[in-house]
């Protein structure tokens, strides 16, 4: 696409910018520290978005894996702890688990797994080619479902924290990385988001409060992760909803009314119409030209504003925006998961390999065509199959009347 007003998209300045995300920050990240994890999903599924993870070395790759699975939450071997177990945002507490370790021998008292985290690092994983093995589902599951609150809602971590509608798109991001929904209590989690939805169409963190595009975009990808968006709402609804999210374009996208664009909403906002069919219909070019204008044309990066500094997060969010519009060759992205087609396209691929192993343990009999159960097993059908259809062929055919 032609760009106009001297703004150019520049590739090479973004690949850096995500590669020395992992390697070295700013000083001005020292508070964003025991949330590691989320800031390495930024730079390794930006570097996806770039087509460029083959910047990473496999040794790096590597590297990354086993730092995440570093930082899960595993159960003691009492399981006085499934509780808490996920993923942990970092080592700041002083806790890591050694990778190859399944059972801790004790669990500390303040170490536990935050939901945010655990959604990032499964998807860090996925985006890195992982397999998932040596994830403990059962413990992340069912840490996950402890933090399902009376109404619906999920709260963070299980010694107390916010709870909102973030955490109800983490969690069903969880399952579907996990491939089982069980832990959610799906009418309650339907409940809490059809409450939160405003009058004029948005939706906020809760009841009552006011509409903003994270939370309208959490709120709808939640919807379609539980197959519930065209249940919960009409198309009348949906139409409302549509225009609240158009009316957030000035020349990129705001957060909410009578506020000034963001970068970040260009994924937020754009994500939202995307999923229910209607980003077509806000201004590309527009959109394209506010977020060239947040590059950062020495280091690379997005900023939030024009003349802002460039964060990991913006500049995540930047390259998503652009994406969706099908610009500037960038990876293609599921908008509800927040990761690239590719990655998800093998997350799928893991599902199906789970699936496959499942029924063979459950059912070797139908699994193993080479067996001589399964060589029975057909050879019953075959003569059940012959009872059925030799007297009808007899009787059309035989040429009496």
Same mark, same amino acid.
């Given at each position: 696409?032609?760009?106009?007003?001297?703004?150019?998209?520049?590739?090479?300045?973004?690949?850096?910018?995500?590669?020395?995300?992992?390697?070295?920050?700013?000083?001005?990240?020292?508070?964003?520290?025991?949330?590691?994890?989320?800031?390495?999903?930024?730079?390794?599924?930006?570097?996806?978005? $770039?087509?460029?993870?083959?910047?990473?070395?496999?040794?790096?790759?590597?590297?990354?894996?086993?730092?995440?699975?570093?930082?899960?939450?595993?159960? =003691?071997?009492?399981?006085?702890?499934?509780?808490?177990?996920?993923?942990?945002?970092?080592?700041?507490?002083?806790?890591?688990?050694?990778? =190859?370790?399944?059972?801790?021998?004790?669990?500390?008292?303040?170490?536990?797994?935050?939901?945010?985290?655990?959604?990032?690092?499964?998807?860090?994983?996925?985006?890195?080619?992982?397999?998932?093995?040596?994830?403990?589902?059962?413990?992340?599951?069912?840490?996950?479902?402890?933090?399902?609150?009376?109404?619906?809602?999920?709260?963070?971590?299980?010694?107390?924290?916010?709870?909102?509608?973030?955490?109800?798109?983490?969690?069903?991001?969880?399952?579907?990385?996990?491939?089982?929904?069980?832990?959610?209590?799906?009418?309650?989690?339907?409940?809490?988001?059809?409450?939160?939805?405003?009058?004029?169409?948005?939706?906020?963190?809760?009841?009552?409060?006011?509409?903003?595009?994270?939370?309208?975009?959490?709120?709808?990808?939640?919807?379609?992760?539980?197959?519930?968006?065209?249940?919960?709402?009409?198309?009348?609804?949906?139409?409302?909803?549509?225009?609240?999210?158009?009316?957030?374009?000035?020349?990129?996208?705001?957060?909410?009314?009578?506020? =000034?664009?963001?970068?970040?909403?260009?994924?937020?906002?754009?994500?939202?119409?995307?999923?229910?069919?209607?980003?077509?219909?806000?201004?590309?070019?527009?959109?394209?030209?506010?977020?060239?204008?947040?590059?950062?044309?020495?280091?690379?990066?997005?900023?939030?504003?024009?003349?802002?500094?460039?964060?990991?997060?913006?500049?995540?969010?930047?390259?998503?925006?652009?994406?969706?519009?099908?610009?500037?060759?960038?990876?293609?992205?599921?908008?509800?998961?927040?990761?690239?087609?590719?990655?998800?396209?093998?997350?799928?691929?893991?599902?199906?390999?789970?699936?496959?192993?499942? $029924?063979?343990?459950?059912?070797?009999?139908?699994?193993?065509?080479?067996?001589?159960?399964?060589?029975?097993?057909?050879?019953?059908?075959?003569?059940?199959?012959?009872?059925?259809?030799?007297?009808?062929?007899?009787?059309?055919?035989?040429?009496?009347?």
């Amino acid at each position: 696409m032609a760009e106009s007003n001297n703004l150019k998209f520049d590739k090479d300045k973004h690949i850096r910018f995500f590669t020395r995300t992992l390697q070295v920050l700013p000083s001005r990240y020292e508070v964003l520290d025991s949330n590691r994890l989320t800031i390495a999903f930024f730079a390794v599924s930006g570097l996806d978005v $770039l087509n460029s993870l083959n910047k990473l070395s496999s040794s790096t790759k590597k590297e990354i894996i086993d730092w995440i699975y570093s930082l899960q939450v595993v159960p =003691d071997k009492h399981g006085s702890n499934k509780r808490k177990c996920g993923f942990r945002g970092s080592t700041t507490n002083g806790v890591t688990t050694h990778k =190859d370790i399944k059972v801790a021998e004790v669990a500390h008292t303040f170490d536990s797994g935050h939901i945010a985290m655990t959604y990032t690092g499964l998807a860090c994983l996925i985006i890195l080619g992982d397999d998932l093995s040596r994830v403990d589902k059962t413990a992340c599951l069912e840490g996950l479902k402890a933090l399902q609150l009376k109404d619906g809602s999920f709260e963070s971590t299980l010694d107390g924290s916010e709870n909102d509608m973030r955490f109800i798109y983490c969690a069903s991001c969880i399952c579907t990385m996990l491939d089982d929904f069980s832990p959610i209590n799906e009418s309650l989690a339907v409940s809490y988001i059809k409450k939160s939805k405003s009058y004029d169409g948005g939706f906020g963190q809760g009841p009552g409060q006011e509409s903003h595009g994270g939370s309208t975009y959490c709120a709808i990808s939640s919807l379609l992760l539980l197959n519930q968006l065209h249940n919960a709402f009409s198309q009348k609804e949906i139409m409302r909803l549509q225009r609240w999210c158009l009316n957030r374009q000035k020349s990129g996208f705001h957060g909410r009314p009578h506020k =000034d664009d963001d970068t970040c909403y260009s994924f937020w906002i754009g994500a939202s119409l995307k999923l229910i069919g209607s980003l077509e219909l806000c201004d590309w070019h527009e959109n394209e030209q506010y977020i060239i204008s947040t590059q950062d044309s020495v280091i690379g990066g997005f900023g939030k504003w024009p003349q802002s500094h460039p964060d990991a997060l913006h500049g995540y969010m930047g390259l998503c925006g652009l994406s969706m519009m099908g610009m500037h060759n960038l990876s293609p992205i599921n908008p509800a998961l927040n990761i690239t087609q590719r990655a998800s396209d093998h997350m799928f691929s893991l599902h199906r390999t789970w699936h496959e192993e499942k $029924l063979k343990n459950q059912s070797p009999t139908l699994t193993d065509a080479m067996g001589t159960h399964f060589g029975t097993t057909v050879m019953a059908f075959v003569i059940g199959l012959g009872a059925v259809f030799l007297p009808w062929i007899y009787s059309n055919f035989s040429g009496s009347e």
